[in-house]
């Protein structure tokens, strides 16, 4: 018998196990760390991008306009508008701009300058009057509705003007009819007040 015959068979079991052998364990080993490390990178990844979805869901859940009317609010008793202390009703604050308050009470209205022909039959010269007139007004109201019927008002006037004798406009008592018969006309047609009197600032009869 040979001596390669003699020589005994190493067993399958310690060639596995003997030094230069245990490859295979070694790469599970690092299939096993890589799956690790895909996993916790994937896991990350899922964090940070929950946490993004979660910030972008409060900024979203604001409500604009709860945020516009705090921002309104006085803040430390202190009046809007930059003033200070409580409130003013009419003016908003002490920092705040007032209101301006339409003037209330009687007016006064100056009208255009009247030059007018006066009732003369049969004379050969006519006569005319030169009047400057304002009118005392009851409101502000009125004011407005004389001016809006300007027409109106000078058509009358110069109706009323255009029926009188130069005597009627010589005398003290005869202007003061004459303005209480203005007075009186322009009333007739005014829905808002009343005109409260007629003045003749100025007066002249020619002719």
Not at 59 to 78: L, Q, R, S
Request: glycine share 10%; charged share 25%.
């Amino acid at each position: 018998m040979s001596e390669a015959e003699k020589k005994p068979e190493t067993p399958p079991s310690q060639a596995s196990s003997a030094p230069g052998g245990s490859g295979p364990s070694k790469l599970i080993i690092i299939i096993s760390i890589v799956n690790l490390l895909i996993c916790l990178g994937t896991s990350a990844v899922l964090f940070i991008q929950y946490k993004k979805d979660k910030a972008r869901e409060a900024i979203t859940d604001i409500d604009p306009h709860a945020v516009v009317a705090d921002a309104e609010k006085p803040k430390d008793g202190h009046g809007g508008g930059g003033g200070h202390g409580e409130a003013d009703p009419h003016g908003g604050g002490h920092g705040g701009a007032k209101k301006e308050e339409k003037k209330q009470g009687p007016q006064t209205l100056a009208l255009e300058l009247f030059t007018v022909n006066l009732y003369t039959p049969g004379a050969s010269q006519p006569k005319y009057v030169r009047a400057n007139i304002t009118l005392e007004l009851e409101s502000p109201e009125v004011d407005e509705e004389i001016k809006q019927k300007m027409a109106r008002v000078r058509n009358v006037i110069i109706d009323l003007f255009n029926s009188k004798r130069a005597s009627d406009l010589q005398t003290t008592t005869g202007r003061e009819f004459v303005r209480e018969e203005i007075k009186g006309a322009l009333n007739q047609f005014l829905k808002s007040g009343v005109v409260n009197d007629v003045y003749f600032v100025n007066i002249a009869v020619t002719g």
